[in-house]
């Protein structure tokens, strides 16, 4: 029988994963931006439902203490997250300098089409 942790983190996992879901179908979240939540919450589901698998990746990474390996996934997640954020962020840079120098292209061009109109014929 599962013991109540296991119940409660069952619970939470599968809040997220609803949650995730729920913002994408609501479009306050992108799918782009929800593949990289759903696999969290995937994995943390996968963890809660199967209790021994912490155990196997503890014995074959030769790790004495299981839940260290949570914490390892958890971290590897996060690196990921930040790693896959800081590659979103880098090209929308790019863009928005794109932008800027067209933005003041146009604008040289509008104030010179304004000085020659009002220079007149």
Known sequence: MASLLQIGAVLVSGA???????????????EEYSI????????????????DILHV??????VYYPP????LVLIFFV??????FSV?????RRQIE?????????DQRLREAERR???GP
Do not use: P
């Not at 919450?41 to 809660?48: E, F, N, Y």
């Not at 260290?68 to 914490?71: E, M, T």
């Open 88 to 92: 979103v962020i880098s090209g929308q």
């Open 68 to 71: 260290a390996v949570l914490l």
């Open 36 to 51: 990289i939540w759903i696999l969290c919450a995937a994995a943390l589901l996968v963890l809660s439902l199967w209790r």
């Open 16 to 30: 997220l994963l609803l949650l995730v879901i729920d913002l994408v179908r609501r479009r306050k979240l992108t």
């Open 57 to 62: 990746t503890a014995r074959w990474l030769g």
């Open 98 to 106: 794109s932008l800027v120098e067209e933005m003041a292209l146009l």
């Open 79 to 84: 690196f990921v997250a930040s790693l896959y």
């Open 117 to 119: 109109e009002q220079a």
